[in-house]
């Protein structure tokens, strides 16, 4: 579902929220403003999820004893619970060079930590664990999932601290990443996946090898999706540095054929391993990110 | 083909500017950061290269575009000569004038004269002739002369120019050279006209009537300036004077030469002046530098009789003008005669002119008396000026008198209390000078004595007072004066301050009378006591024998005047020998105007005596400044709105009259026109 036809939503655009300097403020805003645009109390969430009752066996923690069922049945039931807390989301922000690059105010990399960070605060409020790992071509940084309170403020300190690092390689930090995080858990995965595709396939298949939800956001600038440039242009790669005169008219077409080659192929082969895939502009509001992000887990719960 | 604007030429360069503009987009592309360019390594780069091959389609078109508006610009145009199957331009009559003055006699840097560079001028005009134009040559100075009439045969021209045009030594007169120029050109055969000027344009020949005449609209005015450069320096003698003075019975000749240089401001250079008499050199000076710009000999003729001389300066780029030419005569005192007194009476006039002439070894006159009865053909033989004082003349004598005058003497009336009016009547009347009306005391007239009034003090007979300071005209005092009716012939040469008549004077044939009214002794004046009066005398005498003297001294071009009987010749021989004879017509004159050359000439009646007077070159033309040639253009010229100022931009101005006939260039823009909307449309396409 394209986040554009959804009216309910009211859309936060990235311009703005690039104005916001403090990552958590932004998150929060972003995050409120995406629930109350669902309608719905945010402290009605889904993080202690009713799920049955049963009969009290002994051994049960009495706090989970509903009383008051029993002051009307005289029975002793349990209430049971689905287990939000022992899921944790591990957020991969790709710090490659080419995660700089921006055709206006807002670069694909500013855009990735906004999304981590909404997702972190959303995460968060869920009483979820919530870790984060810069990579390029290795784990730049790392910040294991928790719970902590104060934990939320740490990741986004690291994602205020970050700057580029080298050029990307996806597969090794990917492979070592997946060797770190042997409890299952969720993984976000934002980059430009401007790499090989079969190392980002591999090391996609690592995670779910582990039992990981891989849900991968695909960021790309609004430039990068249309290609409105004009004349003759030296175009110098931001990830290796090689140089290319090209009539960017004339290559126009080749290059949105390529990207949308590429887009197709990483689409399919996400979802021939069981990963969701996510294409975004980053003149695209946050919301549907976030959107996409809860309707992957529901998709999980059910 | 030419160009009105060929600079614009230049801005065909222009055309490569749509190459240079790809060439250097190609070089400078912009360059941008992009994230990666793994998406344009599968680009096919032969999809590129055609779209290069299209714009290169453009490119031409847009380069000759902007040439073809650099074309427009230059104005092209097909000279009318250069058209085929078009006449050549149209027919003209055209006046040559060649300035044959003698400051084109000036030596050029290349050794030859400006005169020679004029005609090589004027020859190159001629070689510009087509078809069937029609030329005339005129060669002038103050004279000007027609060589040939308008004719279309060339050769007579080219001939008149070579052989016919030759240097004078007269003074530039453009007024005369273009006048005659603007009347040959009316009877010309060609709508179009054109009198080209080949001169130096002196800025001294300029002196004419151009500030109210202007040359007819009709005709086109050329001016081929001749020049030399900035080098004009030129010396030349400029004034010179002869003085003759006796010293104890012999008579000594100053000579005094002034030297100038026509360079403004200048000091004079250092130059030799030799003096010559006879042919010999006699003496040298040395004048120039800030000194001494006057040389000054003095020279004791060993003879008696005529002689001839000349004044010389070192020779520089213009010779003519450094020689000064002169004759003087050493000859007995002239005699004079006074009729009646005594030397002994002081009431009588004859004692005061004894008084004043009879200077001993220094005098220049020899004064003889004659008593009464004196005045007969006999007595006034070989006498130069009769003084009428103290004598009231009969009829007789009256009749004498007249034709003694009308040979070439001169008589000076006066009068004292013995004079008796009706034969002075008789004797004025004979002599056509007026008559008495009555003998004035001017207190009783008009309360005090009448003094000197109105004179022309330029006159030689005054200059005295001239040079004796002011107001010594006013101090003689006139108790008593004849008052005389003045004769129609006659001429008044003085007044008192009452309006009648101080000195009169009239010409008879070859000699002179002068009436002077009032008393050459102390009776009716007191001016025969003042300072005044001998050098009074000595002019009225040195007028008096001026009227039969034959003038000395003549400027290249001027006429001299001879006289004699009617029906007599003068031979008169030139420099280099040349012979010309002068008739004397029935008025007793004879004119001789052949001093075209400088030097000494010779002239005699048969059986008389030998006149020498000398000819030189006017030191006027010596000033060899030159006009700026856009204003001698203005001066001759009608100034209407577009008269051209300079020969050039009349050119110029008749090239843009072609071109404005022929218009290419708005075909060219048209072209332009049609080419940019080509242009525009395929580019339309290329980009859709």
């Known amino acids: 579902m394209e986040p554009q036809k959804q009216p309910a939503l009211r859309f936060l655009k990235p311009e703005v929220l690039s104005r916001i300097s403090n990552l958590q403020l ?277 | 083909m030419s160009f009105i604007n060929p600079l614009f030429l230049a801005a065909l360069a222009t055309a490569a500017l749509p190459i240079l503009y790809h060439l250097v987009r190609r070089i400078q592309a912009k360059q941008v950061q992009f994230s990666s360019l793994m998406f344009f390594k599968m680009t096919p780069k032969e999809v590129v290269r055609r779209r290069r091959i299209q714009h290169w389609l453009l490119m031409v078109m847009r380069c000759v575009l902007l040439g073809l508006l650099a074309f427009a610009f230059a104005r092209p145009f097909i000279p009318k000569d250069q058209i085929p199957f078009v006449s050549q331009r149209e027919n003209e009559s055209v006046v040559l004038l060649v300035d044959n003055s003698y400051s084109m006699q000036f030596v050029t840097e290349n050794g030859g004269t400006l005169l020679d560079e004029a005609k090589n001028a004027a020859e190159a005009k001629l070689g510009e002739a087509v078809g069937d134009d029609e030329y005339s040559v005129i060669a002038f100075s103050d004279k000007t002369i027609q060589l040939t009439p308008l004719d279309s045969d060339i050769s007579i021209h080219n001939n008149a120019v070579q052989s016919l045009v030759e240097p004078s030594y007269r003074t530039t007169d453009f007024y005369s050279a273009i006048r005659l120029a603007e009347d040959v050109l009316g009877s010309a055969s060609h709508e179009k006209k054109r009198i080209v000027l080949i001169s130096d344009i002196q800025q001294t020949g300029w002196q004419g009537a151009f500030e109210n005449w202007k040359l007819d609209a009709d005709i086109d005015f050329e001016i081929v300036h001749l020049v030399n450069g900035d080098e004009r320096e030129n010396n030349f003698v400029d004034g010179f004077s002869l003085l003759e003075r006796r010293v104890e019975g012999r008579v000594v000749h100053r000579f005094n030469a002034r030297v100038s240089t026509s360079e403004e401001g200048e000091d004079l250079p250092i130059n030799t002046v030799d003096l010559e008499i006879e042919g010999d050199k006699v003496n040298e000076q040395r004048v120039g530098g800030d000194e001494l710009q006057r040389a000054s000999f003095q020279y004791q003729a060993s003879r008696e009789g005529t002689f001839t001389g000349n004044v010389k300066l070192e020779d520089d780029r213009l010779a003519i003008d450094n020689v000064r030419y002169f004759s ?177 004077e009239n010409e008879l044939g070859q000699g002179r009378v002068l009436l002077y009214t009032s008393s050459l002794n102390p009776g009716w004046t007191d001016f025969t006591i003042n300072e005044m009066f001998v050098p009074f005398l000595y002019q009225l005498v040195k007028y008096a024998l001026s009227a039969n003297e034959v003038k000395k001294e003549y400027l290249v071009g001027e006429g001299v005047r001879f006289e004699g009987n009617p029906g007599e010749e003068w031979d008169v021989r030139g420099p280099g020998n040349t012979l010309y004879k002068v008739a004397v017509d029935d008025s007793g004159q004879g004119f001789f105007n052949e001093t075209d050359q400088p030097g000494h000439y010779f002239a005699a009646k048969q059986g008389g005596e030998q006149v020498v007077f000398a000819v030189n070159v006017n030191p006027q033309e010596s000033f060899l400044a030159s006009r700026n040639a856009e204003e001698a253009y203005g001066a001759v010229v009608p100034p209407p709105d577009e008269v051209p100022v300079t020969v050039e931009e009349a050119r110029l101005i008749e090239i843009d009259d072609e071109e404005r006939q022929q218009k290419f260039w708005r075909y060219v823009i048209l072209l332009m026109v049609l080419l940019f909307a080509t242009e525009t449309f395929i580019a339309n396409r290329i980009k859709k």
Not at chain 2, 475 to 484: E, I
């Open chain 2, 328 to 504: 003087f005569s050493v000859e007995n005192k002239p005699e004079l005669l006074s009729v009646g007194g005594s030397i002994r009476d002081i009431t009588r006039d004859t004692y005061y002119l004894d008084r004043a002439f009879n200077q001993g070894d220094q005098a220049l006159y020899t004064l003889n008396i004659a008593g009464s009865g004196g005045i007969t053909r006999s007595s006034l033989r070989n006498q130069r000026v009769v003084f009428v004082a103290s004598q009231s003349p009969t009829s007789a004598e009256a009749g004498v008198l007249r034709r003694y005058i009308e040979e070439g003497g001169s008589v000076i009336i006066s009068f004292d209390d013995q004079s008796e009016i009706s034969a002075y009547n008789r004797l004025l009347g004979q002599l056509g000078l007026g008559q008495i009306s009555d003998v004035v005391r001017a207190r009783s007239e008009q309360g005090y004595d009448a003094i000197i009034g109105d004179v022309d003090l330029k006159h030689p007979v005054f200059s005295v007072f001239t040079e004796s300071g002011s107001g010594a005209i006013f101090r003689p005092k006139f108790r008593q004066y004849a008052r005389v009716q003045v004769d129609s012939s006659a001429t008044v040469l003085g007044r008192f301050d009452s309006g009648d008549p101080f000195l009169i």
């Open chain 1, 26 to 302: 932004l998150a929060k805003t972003v995050v409120e403003g995406f629930l109350s645009g669902l309608h719905k109390s945010p402290y009605k969430g889904a993080s202690v999820e009713f799920m049955s009752y049963r009969p009290y066996i002994a051994g049960d923690n009495p706090l989970h004893v509903d009383w008051k069922l029993f002051a009307r049945t005289d029975r002793l039931y349990v209430k049971e619970f689905e287990d939000e807390t022992n899921t944790s989301v591990n957020l991969l922000v790709d710090i490659s060079p080419s995660m700089g690059y921006t055709s206006g105010e807002v670069s694909k990399l500013d855009y990735a930590f906004y999304l981590a960070a909404s997702l972190g605060y959303f995460m968060w409020r869920q009483q979820e664990a919530v870790g984060l790992t810069l990579f390029d071509d290795k784990i730049v940084q790392r910040v294991p999932p928790r719970k902590a309170s104060g934990h939320l403020l740490t990741v986004l300190q690291h994602m205020h601290r970050a700057e580029l690092g080298n050029p990307s390689s996806m597969g090794k930090p990917l492979h070592q990443l997946a060797e770190f995080q042997r409890r299952r858990g969720f993984i976000v995965l934002i980059s430009d996946l401007l790499d090989d595709v079969d190392a980002l396939i591999d090391g996609i298949k690592h995670f779910r090898f582990q039992g990981h939800e891989v849900l991968i956001f695909q960021l790309f600038d609004p430039q990068e999706v249309n290609f409105d440039f004009s004349d003759m242009i030296e175009f110098e790669d931001m990830e290796t540095g090689e140089k290319m005169v090209l009539e960017a008219k004339s290559a126009k077409d080749i290059y949105l054929k390529n990207v949308e080659t590429f887009r197709q192929s990483v689409a399919e082969r996400c979802a021939q391993i069981g990963a969701e895939y996510n294409f975004i502009s980053t003149d695209q509001p946050l919301d549907f990110a976030l959107f996409q992000f809860l309707a992957s887990r529901i998709k999980k719960r059910t």
